[in-house]
């Protein structure tokens, strides 16, 4: 039996990347749990792993495209999926080294199958559907967190344990690696290249010398720095209402679908939620007062995700757009994002050390960053094609 249907397809990815994030925040949930099944008691070796797991997104998507290219996409995402499976491991480590390494291999599977996402949504899908589909692929991972923050107690009482859990979202992982085997991945053609015929090789040192890639990283490396600033950081300085950015991203990310395919023009729509994401970001950061703190992490959950499916879009919209260029694009895109969102990371941290544990200049730094959606979709261009009156 082969699959062929490109929802069964896409009903596959988006359920291996939900699976994914079930696994990664549900072992990052546990990790108290996991540290003290060890005795491991040092707060560096917890900050190791997750400096780890940094490395593993940073390395797993720049490396994406190369093995892409090695093995085709199909096989390149089922090594993807079987690293995901490897995170089996983590609930059964019985050394630090063991579950340092299985949550590496872990988030490199997770960086590459994040990069996957593209290529196989241009192969399947024709050039109207793909909008929907990418905002799909973008909420996975959100669906993912909010099963894991509002049903993980639950989880564990149906399955026993924290470490049945895991265990089971591995097992379904794999489950679904397997099935991904019976996809025949010879059948749809991308409409952008219906003869089939790769147009010139465009490799890492082709998108490194396009000035595309670099705006379109820096456009979304201030947002995810400040994303990973806020469930790092903002809790311990006292502002914990990061669950609401988690619950109304999802919404977010609906609407934005919706509106992308009523919508086609790509700019306005990054330009006012880039301003509407600094604004409240500023309110989130410096107010005292509590319900409008919650207010603007509703607001903010709900518009760091509204433009998503746009972003995700452009590049799929470029001229002469092939399978092998766009994994390039979004190799370097998310290698990128990441490193600088690594480094933001680091400062914010050491910006609250040079002060006295005062967070007053990392949350001027970290908004200021926010708005690199706003100032990046300047640098973009618009591909979206404005509907002719009738």
């Given amino acids: 039996m082969k699959i062929t249907h490109r929802y069964l397809v896409e009903g596959l990815v988006f359920t291996s990347y939900v699976l994914f994030a079930m696994a990664w925040v549900g072992g990052t949930a546990s990790m108290n749990n996991i540290m003290a099944s060890m005795h491991i008691e040092s707060l560096a070796s917890a900050s190791f792993i997750s400096g780890a797991v940094t490395l593993a997104k940073i390395v797993g998507t720049f490396s994406a495209a190369y093995v892409a290219v090695k093995f085709g996409i199909k096989y390149a995402f089922l090594l993807a999926a079987l690293l995901i499976v490897v995170g089996i491991v983590t609930p059964l480590a019985t050394s630090y080294e063991l579950l340092l390494v299985s949550r590496f291999l872990m988030g490199l599977g997770g960086a590459f199958m994040i990069v996957y996402f593209n290529p196989i949504v241009m192969l ?65 053609q991308s409409a952008n290249n219906a003869s089939g015929v790769e147009p010139a ?42 669950k609401w950015v988690i619950g109304f991203g999802i919404v977010g990310t609906i609407a934005g679908m919706l509106y992308s395919r009523k919508n086609p023009l790509r700019l306005p729509i990054l330009r006012l939620s880039g301003l509407i994401i600094f604004i409240t970001v500023l309110g989130l950061s410096f107010s005292t007062e509590p319900w409008l703190q919650i207010t603007c992490a509703i607001i903010l959950g709900f518009f760091i995700f509204f433009p998503v499916t746009a972003l995700v879009s452009i590049p799929h919209e470029l001229p002469d757009m092939t399978g092998q260029k766009i994994t390039v694009v979004f190799s370097l895109f998310w290698s990128i994002s990441y490193l600088v969102s690594t480094i933001v990371l680091w400062v914010f941290g050491k910006l609250v050390d040079l002060n006295d544990g005062s967070y007053v200049s990392s949350f001027v730094m970290i908004t200021i960053l926010s708005g690199t959606v706003f100032v990046g979709s300047y640098f973009l261009p618009e591909t979206g094609k404005p509907k002719e009156l009738t």
Wanted: aromatic fraction near 18%.
């Fill in 124 to 188: 399947w899908f024709a050039p109207e559907d793909r909008p929907v589909v990418n905002g799909l692929n973008a909420v996975a991972f959100n669906v993912g967190t909010a099963i894991i923050l509002w049903g993980m107690t639950s989880i564990n009482s149906l399955t026993g344990s924290w470490q049945n859990s895991l265990v089971l979202f591995s097992g379904a992982s794999l489950i679904l690696a397997i099935v991904w085997l019976l996809v025949k991945f010879d059948a749809p």
């Fill in 201 to 242: 090789i465009y490799g890492y040192l082709e998108g490194l010398k396009d000035t595309f890639n670099w705006a379109y990283a820096f456009t979304y490396s201030g947002l995810l720095s400040f994303y990973i600033c806020l469930f790092t950081f903002y809790p311990q300085a006292g502002i914990s209402q990061s």
